[in-house]
T-cell receptor
Framework: KQEVTQIPAALSVPEGENLVLNCSFT??????LQWFRQDPGKGLTSLLL?????REQTSGRLNASLDKSSGRSTLYIAASQPGDSATYLC???????????FGSGTKLNVKP | DGGITQSPKYLFRKEGQNVTLSCEQN?????MYWYRQDPGQGLRLIYY???????QKGDIAEGYSVSREKKESFPLTVTSAQKNPTAFYLC????????????FGEGSRLTVL
């Protein structure tokens, strides 16, 4: 059974720092990996989608990498801002899309 | 704009009552999902549907029911058999023939009094 783990569970950093969030998964037979952001009381917003054949994706200050063979992904946030404060979740998808496996998330607090 | 609409956003019900949460998407996605989110437990799959008139149980289907009569709609009924229904419910969808990007609605918070 696929298991997804996110470390750390919580992170507090001063504004302007670069930071890395980690996501690991146990089964490398994935179709894609997706990073989401969730604000309190809201739904999940897709940040980056990496197909299994890709190594990384970038959007603005965000960069996500994927090492499928080792079962790891990282989300790099450059020059963090207070507006980046949220919970970040990763999810992996099997090829038949019958289920997405989510990590428990990393709660990020960026202090002004 | 295309997206997923969940309603109501907040719902209060007494114990023993059935409630139905609405999920409508105009993304022309074929697959739809219902997740439950509880503090400290992450997202758990309740039901999913990949085609109209067909749906499958997820990990925590007991006490819930769904229907998929139209491609764009996937309502979830929380029945009185669900022992602990107070939670945040999230609907999601994808186009299985595309890149597999999962989209979510804004969620519905159900509180049972």
């Amino acid at each position: 059974k696929q298991e997804v783990t996110q470390i750390p569970a919580a992170l507090s950093v001063p504004e302007g720092e670069n930071l890395v969030l980690n996501c690991s998964f146990t089964d490398s037979a994935i179709y894609n990996l997706q990073w989401f952001r969730q604000d309190p009381g809201k739904g999940l917003t897709s940040l980056l989608l990496i197909q299994s054949s890709q190594r990384e994706q970038t959007s603005g200050r965000l960069n996500a990498s994927l090492d499928k063979s080792s079962g790891r992904s990282t989300l790099y946030i450059a020059a963090s801002q207070p507006g980046d404060s949220a919970t970040y979740l990763c999810a992996v998808s099997p090829h038949n899309f019958n289920k997405f496996y989510f990590g428990s998330g990393t709660k990020l607090n960026v202090k002004p | 704009d295309g997206g997923i609409t969940q309603s109501p956003k907040y719902l209060f019900r007494k114990e023993g009552q059935n409630v139905t949460l609405s999920c409508e998407q105009n993304l022309n996605h074929d697959a739809m999902y219902w997740y439950r989110q509880d503090p400290g437990q992450g997202l758990r799959l309740i039901y999913y549907s990949q085609i109209v008139n067909d749906f499958q149980k997820g990990d925590i289907a007991e006490g819930y029911s769904v229907s998929r009569e139209k491609k764009e709609s996937f309502p979830l009924t929380v029945t009185s058999a669900q022992k602990n229904p107070t939670a945040f419910y999230l609907c999601a969808s994808i186009a299985t023939s595309g890149d597999g990007e999962l989209f979510f609605g804004e969620g519905s918070r159900l509180t049972v009094l």
